[in-house]
């Protein structure tokens, strides 16, 4: 199985500022037949069930707000929201789509400072 | 537009079997390509990723759980069932349908707003 781990735990961020999520893979998920990285991102809110943001490491949902956005590669990766909004507060994870099974990283949580 | 609904017990008991029904609306499994997965979470916790049926009806399950888990699918009915035996109070969880996108493995999108599951005598 592919692992996932993610860093921070958490972190405050103030209004407007950026905020960066980290998240490791045990192994690349970069597929070398179509220089794909197998690689979501998902925004999960209190009380809601978690909602797409990113996927192919990079391409963001459809009517995700630009602030998002997704990097890295092989076993590296990083959301970064440029201008973090109140609505942003979350528990936000990363997930690997290269084997089965799809695992889930541990999550990291984003409050305001 | 697609929308998935999770329906099932509120509460089971320890040992006995859980089955969980998925429907959805807005794609067909029937359709090449077309994949349902479900996902459960723990109170407080993390994802975990449980099973996924193909729309040519091939079936993959969680390492650890996989001798107790069935996924099937109803493709007249637009429905996809998950059934899980031996259920224990650490199965305590929000157990949600979603869409996968397919590929060997796949992102999930969208989620159903999933149902509480507690595991208790």
């Known amino acids: 199985d592919i692992v996932m781990t993610q860093s921070p735990d958490s972190l405050a961020v103030s209004l407007g500022e950026r905020a960066t999520i980290n998240c490791k893979s045990s192994q690349s998920v970069l597929y070398s037949s179509n220089n794909k990285n197998y690689l979501a991102w998902y925004q999960q809110k209190p009380g809601q069930p978690p909602k797409l943001l990113i996927y192919?490491?990079?391409t963001r949902e459809s009517g995700v707000p630009d602030r998002f956005s997704g990097s890295g590669s092989g076993t590296d990766f990083t959301l970064t929201i440029s201008s973090l909004q109140a609505e942003d507060v979350a528990v936000y994870y990363c997930q690997q789509y290269y084997s089965t099974p799809p695992l889930f990283g541990p999550g990291t949580k984003v409050d305001i400072k | 537009q697609v929308t998935l609904r999770e329906s099932g017990p509120a509460l089971v008991k320890p040992t006995q079997t859980l089955t969980l029904t998925c429907t959805f609306s807005g794609f067909s499994l029937s359709t090449s390509g077309m994949c349902v997965s479900w996902i459960r979470q723990p109170p407080g916790k993390a994802l975990e990723w449980l099973a996924r049926?193909?729309?040519?009806?091939?079936?993959y399950y969680s390492t650890s759980l996989k001798t107790r888990l069935t996924i099937s699918k109803d493709t007249s009915k637009n429905q996809v069932v998950l059934t899980m035996t031996n259920m224990d109070p650490v199965d305590t969880a929000t157990y949600y349908c979603?869409?996968?996108?397919?590929?060997?493995?796949?992102?999930?999108?969208?989620w159903g707003q999933g149902t509480l599951v507690t595991v208790s005598s």
């Open positions: 979603a869409r996968d996108s397919g590929y060997v493995s796949g992102w999930f999108d969208p």
């Open positions: 049926i193909d729309w040519d009806d091939d079936k």
């Open positions: 192919w490491a990079s």
